[in-house]
């Protein structure tokens, strides 16, 4: 059982990844793994077609947990980046649209989990970025992520100074996709999602996955786009697609 981190279904088809550790929303090892291990059930259970990912009311996640990272020798360091970094980006690896809920802070390991996700909506009182370089450290898993997202430039800019972002500057980046009303985050998010509860959760995955490649993005869809053509849903759509235009299929996720 996690101590951490909890899954809610408020409506069908929509999981919602909640982590609270207060009074921050901390990540460490244990939170790490926590999030990894529910991300991995959600996007194994068929039955959920959107996720939102939420701390809390006051804030998302205010950083890596230092006091852990503080006692860790190199050898122990070494031995766990490869979980952490895998963890830090478990919501890339679901199969479901993904939509990151954000109130207060996404700094530093809280931003780099946001990163994995497919969109970012957050409050208009947020602060976010990536300060590990003011602790001696660099962020483990969201420089490549970042990079893509933002470009090489401005990602250095965020990498190398450890600045805190606001929320103009971060929907100017592209480093955000939408900003509301701190009460209207977690709303807003649902709505987002809603849009996809009812949609063609195979081709859905197989576009992400083709995200996901990167440079091999051209590759994969390759296959991807193929092997869609042995699901239900690919006869219904195309099929209705003919009679009655976009907009008509009526998906059931097979």
């Known amino acids: 059982m996690a ?5 809610d279904r408020p409506e069908a088809g ?9 009074p921050m929303n901390l990540i460490d090892l244990q939170v790490a793994r926590e999030l990894a291990a529910a991300a991995e059930r959600i996007g194994a259970d068929a039955e959920v077609r959107a996720v939102v990912v939420y701390g809390d009311e006051r804030v998302f996640c205010a950083g890596d947990e230092l006091a852990e990272l503080n006692r860790l020798t190199s050898e122990e360091a070494a031995a766990r980046a490869a979980d952490l970094q895998a ?3 478990c919501l890339a690896r ?3 649209p993904t939509v990151a809920a954000i109130s207060g802070y996404a700094l530093g390991a809280g931003l780099e989990l946001a990163l994995g996700a497919d969109r970012r909506i ?3 009182n947020v602060r976010l970025g990536l300060p590990q370089i003011r602790a001696g450290l660099i962020p483990l898993s969201g420089i490549r992520r970042l990079s893509l997202l933002i470009g090489p ?5 965020l990498v190398y100074t450890g600045r805190f972002v606001e929320p103009d500057e971060a929907a100017a980046l592209g480093l955000v996709d939408e900003v509301v009303a701190p009460d209207d985050v977690y709303l807003a998010a649902l709505r987002w999602a809603r849009q996809f509860v009812t949609g063609p959760a195979r081709a859905l995955a197989a576009a992400k996955a083709v995200f996901e ?5 051209h590759d994969r869809a390759r296959t991807e786009w193929a092997e869609l053509f042995d699901t239900e849903d690919r006869s219904t759509g195309t099929g209705s697609y003919l009679v009655a235009g976009p907009g008509s299929a009526e998906f059931v996720g097979r």
């Not at 101590?3 to 899954?7: G, I, M």
């Not at 929509?14 to 207060?22: D, K, T």
């Not at 430039?153 to 800019?157: H, L, P, Q, S, V």
């Not at 490649?213 to 993005?217: C, D, I, Q, V, W």
Request: hydrophobic letters at 50%.
């Open 153 to 157: 430039a401005r990602a250095k800019d």
């Open 14 to 22: 929509i999981a919602v990844l909640r982590f609270a550790r207060p």
């Open 94 to 96: 679901l199969p479901q």
């Open 122 to 124: 957050i409050g208009d």
């Open 213 to 217: 490649a990167g440079t091999h993005g």
């Open 3 to 7: 101590e951490f981190v909890t899954v």
């Open 87 to 89: 963890a830090l980006g």
